[in-house]
T-cell receptor
């Protein structure tokens, strides 16, 4: 158990809908990272927050947005969902902003029908 | 842009030693990380190299050569439970890029 929690574990929705994925980092960690992993694909970095502020953006679509709250939990919002958005979404956390040792949550499996 | 290359598959027998190579091209580089991911599971951190040389953690070692933009993960005394995908990842400050992954199969 990494200490990072993600909810929900599974999510099934329809095209055009909007969903929110939630992540709670390990106690004491200030950084939260979001990644997308499609079937048999590597991890695609989406976005990084450090202590409530956005620090880096990767291949995140404009339909996706995220934020980190004062209590350091983070939410990833996915809107106007398409079939291709079906994937595993991982949240990871680390103590600092360098990203050297990241602890991953169990992931949220999103299925768009 | 940034890109990483690693072999797609490696097969070895129990008790053997295997090396998984990773080459990278990046515009910014802080260090090279390695992660293990079992099927259906989350990635687990294995090691991080910011400086040239070898880092050893138990049966696993990781090496980095910044001048060659190259690193490797060395797994010794292979066990069946080591069968998994292994990802190298570049921590570049403004981006965190993972390689495509190497699927390691350990045979009895």
């Amino acid at each position: 158990d990494s200490g990072v929690t993600q909810t929900p574990k599974h999510l099934i929705t329809a095209t055009g809908q909007r969903v929110t994925l939630r992540c709670s980092p390990r106690s004491g960690d200030l950084s939260v990272y979001w990644y997308q992993q499609s079937l048999d694909q590597g991890l695609q970095f989406l976005i990084h927050y450090y202590n409530g502020e956005e620090r880096a953006k990767g291949n995140i679509l404009e339909r996706f947005s995220a934020q980190q709250f004062p209590d350091l939990h983070s939410e990833l919002n996915l809107s106007s969902l398409e079939l291709g958005d079906s994937a595993l979404y991982f949240c990871a956390s680390s103590l600092l902003a360098g990203g050297d040792e990241q602890f991953f949550g169990p992931g949220t499996r999103l299925t768009v029908l | 842009g940034q890109s990483l290359e690693q072999p797609s598959e490696v097969t070895a027998v129990e008790g053997a030693i295997v090396q998984i190579n990773c080459t990278y091209q990046t515009s910014g580089f802080y260090g090279l990380s390695w992660y293990q991911q079992h099927d259906g599971g989350a990635p687990t951190f294995l090691s991080y190299n910011a400086l040239d040389g070898l880092e050893e953690t138990g049966r696993f070692s990781s090496f980095l050569s910044r001048s060659d933009s190259y690193g490797y993960l060395l797994l010794q005394e292979l066990q069946m439970k080591d069968s998994a995908s292994y990802f190298c990842a570049v921590m570049g400050g403004q981006n965190f890029v993972f390689g495509p992954g190497t699927r390691l199969s350990v045979l009895p």
